[in-house]
């Protein structure tokens, strides 16, 4: 295991923070152009659809790349390479007919998505949907190539290349400044038209370097076959139909969430930008927790090595909430910087500040109950056992539902909210996080249906453990930084308060989880 991490810990994690970093760079340009206006919202409902499946489908840790990783790791390269040809085949043909169909009914897709947008936003996401309809079919191969990439423990490349469309709008977005993009007095349309197809641009850009790099390893076969599917093909497509809907809970519920938001003005934009905060480092947490786990689950469950499986997967579990109670605690205590550092530039004012300072705070309460079930469910697709996430994800779209519908206020069609209170966008991101930890609840007390029984108690009272340094931590840093915010005015000076509180906190953090001694777990230890 040690040698596992060692040998991949360092292109993985090189690799995603570079992306990230470029992802977070995106971010702050398009705030600064965009705000939380009418052209950035409208942008975040076109995008809902074509995102589902760039992120998820074609995402590292997403179904395609789980359900390879999960079948092709045993097999010689040239096996490999024609099961990846027969898949592709199949599964580009979909995509390409979902593309397909969402460009020609775009002009329904957005109103019934967000039935409360005013109608110039509608236009503009129309118009940004038609463009990014084609990134659907590339999204296929993109997801599949993931997989095949990681099965060969090529992580450098699959984790370096999501930047590349974060570059590509960098650069679209630099550009048009550079041609005094501002001044020329262009349209929300068109403005928005910018983001669309850089998007477009860099998925199209990904696809030809992943197809040279599958190239490269030998995992290439051009060759078109109406062969028969073998074992290992139906495996693979067995897997990546519940893996898609279970994997894409989140972003099944982000739908649910926009269409319940689509009402309030600028809480799209504000969801996004608290999103790409929170998003940033726990996709770096995610795959160094998770990704170098899934090649070595499927090595030992191949060689029915249960007691090592076992133990790899609850020492994941301890790094998962370790680090995300953590990241967590450092949201919460220091939003108002991170935000003010981050955004407030440009278009980005001090409305904007506040609406996704509340928001970061609800996104950062549910951080470790997002991570634990992506651990949970790729361990439940290692086994091949997708029955119980998928319907459990099903129960967590209807639960989201209820949720939103809730803390929004009951909203009715005819006669306004049935509730006294009204939580808006904080609300629908609160209730990610309610279903998160009911989904987590479930898997981890069915593991041991299937074999595979982990300390929950004990796992729990370590949690709590790990809760309250962070909470001890917050307060201290907290005490320390009022008596020197004083001095907050000046970009410099906010950089340098964050840097003392960060060093703080991490230092408490870490001194009180030693001392209550949560950070190895005993399994001989008993409540």
Request: glycine share 6%; with cysteine; aromatic share 12%.
């Amino acid at each position: 295991m040690k040698s596992f991490f060692k040998n991949n810990i360092i292109p993985i994690f090189f690799g995603t923070f570079l992306s990230k970093f470029i992802g977070f760079i995106r971010q702050v340009f398009i705030a600064g152009a965009y705000g939380i206006g009418i052209a950035y919202d409208a942008y975040n409902y076109a995008y809902i659809i074509p995102g589902f499946l760039i992120i998820i489908i074609s995402g590292i840790n997403g179904p395609l790349h789980n359900a390879l990783v999960a079948v092709l790791t045993p097999l010689k390269t040239k096996e490999a390479a024609i099961i990846l040809n027969q898949v592709s085949l199949k599964i580009t043909v979909i995509l390409l007919l979902i593309g397909c169909l969402i460009f020609l009914k775009a002009d329904f897709i957005i109103p019934f998505l967000a039935p409360n947008l005013n109608n110039e936003s509608q236009i503009i996401a129309i118009q940004q949907l038609k463009i990014l309809s084609p990134c659907i079919p590339l999204s296929g191969f993109i997801g599949l190539s993931y997989g095949a990439l990681n099965t060969k423990n090529k992580f450098l490349i699959s984790s370096l290349s999501p930047s590349i469309i974060s570059l590509v709008t960098v650069i679209f977005i630099a550009f048009s400044w550079l041609n005094n993009f501002q001044d020329f007095g262009i349209s929300y349309l068109s403005k928005s038209l910018l983001l669309a197809t850089a998007t477009l641009a860099g998925t199209t850009i990904q696809f030809f370097i992943q197809l040279y790099e599958i190239y490269k390893i030998g995992l290439l076969d051009l060759k078109i076959t109406l062969m028969k599917a073998t074992h290992a093909e139906k495996r693979i497509l067995n897997l990546i139909l519940p893996a898609s809907l279970t994997s894409g809970l989140g972003q099944i519920n982000v739908l649910v969430d926009m269409f319940f938001i689509s009402s309030f003005r600028g809480a799209a934009s504000g969801l996004a930008y608290g999103n790409l905060l929170i998003q940033a480092p726990l996709g770096i947490l995610s795959n160094i927790v998770i990704l170098p786990l899934l090649p070595k689950f499927s090595k030992l469950i191949n060689k029915n090595k249960k007691d090592q499986v076992k133990q790899i997967l609850i020492e994941g579990i301890e790094n998962c909430f370790l680090s995300t109670i953590f990241l967590g605690g450092l949201f919460i205590t220091f939003n108002g910087l991170i935000v003010e550092l981050v955004f407030q530039r440009g278009a980005f004012d001090n409305q904007a500040v506040s609406m996704v300072q509340k928001i970061l705070i609800a996104y950062a309460v549910g951080i470790p109950f997002y991570l634990y079930r992506d651990l949970l469910i790729r361990f439940y697709y290692s086994i091949e056992k997708t029955k119980l996430p998928f319907q459990i994800s099903l129960v967590g779209i209807v639960l989201n539902i209820i949720f939103d519908w809730l803390l929004t206020g009951a909203p009715t069609i005819n006669n306004g909210n049935l509730l006294s209170f009204n939580y808006g966008a904080v609300g629908v991101v609160l209730s990610s996080g309610f279903v998160n930890l009911i989904v987590c609840s479930i898997l981890s007390l069915r593991l041991s249906k299937n074999n595979y029984d982990i300390p929950n108690l004990l796992i729990l009272k370590k949690v709590v453990f790990k809760v309250i340094s962070s909470i001890f931590a917050s307060s201290i840093s907290l005490s320390l930084l009022n008596q020197i915010y004083y001095a907050r005015n000046s970009f410099i000076s906010k950089i340098t308060i964050l840097i003392i509180g960060f060093t703080v906190f991490t230092l408490i953090y870490y001194v009180l989880t030693k001392f209550f001694k949560v950070n190895k777990l005993y399994l001989k230890s008993k409540i």
